[in-house]
């Protein structure tokens, strides 16, 4: 059996926003011989992603900040998205992570649609709303994406709170927490889709 690795991307423009205090709120319950590697997109910001799919030769990032979340990808058997609901989505940090991911599918020698197959997807957000559907684009865009990869999809920990801390008060949201990681993640589909 593959041993656990967690990636927690931050994708929120604030430090020790609601999103990251619940998403560790989640990580607490993980047990203490899974690694967890935690990478905020704020302090390593990616470069805006240029789409080169038509234009010839790509390499692998070697260096910056799109080595180390490529690398820290590759390395993870869990990948945690915890970004605010911005929007009804994801934030612009977060959209710039998964736009790399096509560009990642296209770098000769990497095979990153193969490598992620398998893998598991989970969310993390904090919304200012009492009601969930509001994130329904937001678990959508993470849903689809797992589906495409054919990754596991996790489900997304939803919790309430606009000003910094808020989403500590909300129970329901760390009841979830507890045992939000210990849920089976099943095989990521399309709606049209049908299991085998």
Known sequence: MTRR??????????????????????AEQLPSDVEQRWISLARHPLPDFVDLRHDGDRV?????SAALLLDATLAAT???????LYWYSVSTQTKRYLDHWAGWLRTPGLDFKAAMAGRTLWGVTALADDHA???DPLVGTLHHSAAY???RFGGVLLGNGSKPGDVLS???????A??????EALPARFPHETAA
């Open 133 to 135: 559907e509001v994130a």
């Open 178 to 183: 507890k045992t939000f990681f210990a849920r």
């Open 60 to 64: 692998r990032p070697t260096e910056g």
């Open 5 to 26: 690795s967690f990636l927690f991307v931050l994708g929120s423009s604030r430090p020790d926003g609601n999103t990251e205090a619940l998403a560790r709120e989640a």
């Open 78 to 84: 869990d990948i945690v998205i915890a970004s605010p």
């Open 170 to 176: 909300d129970t329901r949201a760390l009841a979830h």
């Open 149 to 151: 990869l054919g990754m």
